[in-house]
């Protein structure tokens, strides 16, 4: 549970008892706990923080859980995704698991229950996320620092460096779209093109110029 550390949570709950206990407790385990009070705001909430989990309720005003959550979806996210709901109908819990729903956890939330889940986006990270990536001999990304490191020199980057970063050492053979990186790395917001050329610039300052390649009128991939 270490690696809970170095990760950001968004709860998107409308009870505001539910919603304070929850962050007051998780506070102590993760990096960042943030939250909401609807879906909109919890949108609006996701694409200011990008966060590691999305833990979501489903009744709620403005916009439900799983509208927000299929807003997620259609953004490409990559966050992990937790709906808890008072709900247990089995409509429902097959309609969490069409939507891509990583955990359905149903409340009163059991502390146990909730653990076992963060322990399953753990393995999952193991699975899915390396927690060391390499760009060169001596270049590489760590992911729970979310830094780069340069023979061995600690390389500091910003959420939105790392991300762009990240998403381009996922397919090395692959050129991601301008639409594929304002979804995963904006959060499915606007994004500028002098905006993304702020963030290729400033990573070619930090790994060199010939990492990233512009492809022209498509979006970036990694050499």
């Not at 020199?153 to 500091?156: F, V």
């Given at each position: 549970m270490e690696r809970l550390k170095s990760k950001t949570i968004l709860i998107v709950e409308d009870e505001k008892t539910i919603r304070e206990n929850l962050a007051s407790m998780l506070k102590f385990f993760f990096k960042e706990v943030h939250t909401a009070i609807d879906g909109h705001d919890g949108l609006d909430k996701y694409e200011q923080y990008l966060p590691d989990?999305?833990?979501t309720d489903l009744k709620?005003?403005?916009m439900s859980g799983f509208e927000l959550l299929e807003e997620l979806i259609k953004r490409d996210s990559t966050s992990y995704k937790i709906i808890v709901s008072?709900?247990?109908d089995k409509e429902l819990l097959f309609k969490a698991i069409e939507k891509g729903i990583n955990r359905y956890l149903v409340k009163p939330i059991i502390e146990n229950e909730l653990f076992e889940t963060f322990e399953a986006y753990l393995k999952n990270l193991?699975?899915?996320q390396p927690m060391i990536i390499k760009i060169d001999d001596d270049i590489y990304l760590e992911s729970d620092k979310k830094s780069l490191f340069i023979s061995e020199?600690?390389?500091?980057l910003n959420k939105k460096e790392f991300l762009f970063l990240k998403l381009l050492l996922s397919n090395d053979n692959k050129t991601f779209t301008y639409e594929e990186i304002?979804?995963?790395v904006w959060g499915g917001a606007l994004m500028s093109q002098s905006a993304i050329r702020s963030v290729v610039r400033d990573l070619r300052k930090k790994i060199g110029e010939k990492y990233i390649i512009n492809v022209s009128g498509i979006g970036y991939r990694l050499k």
């Open positions: 989990i999305v833990m709620m005003p403005n008072a709900h247990t193991e699975k899915t020199l600690e390389i500091h304002e979804n995963i």
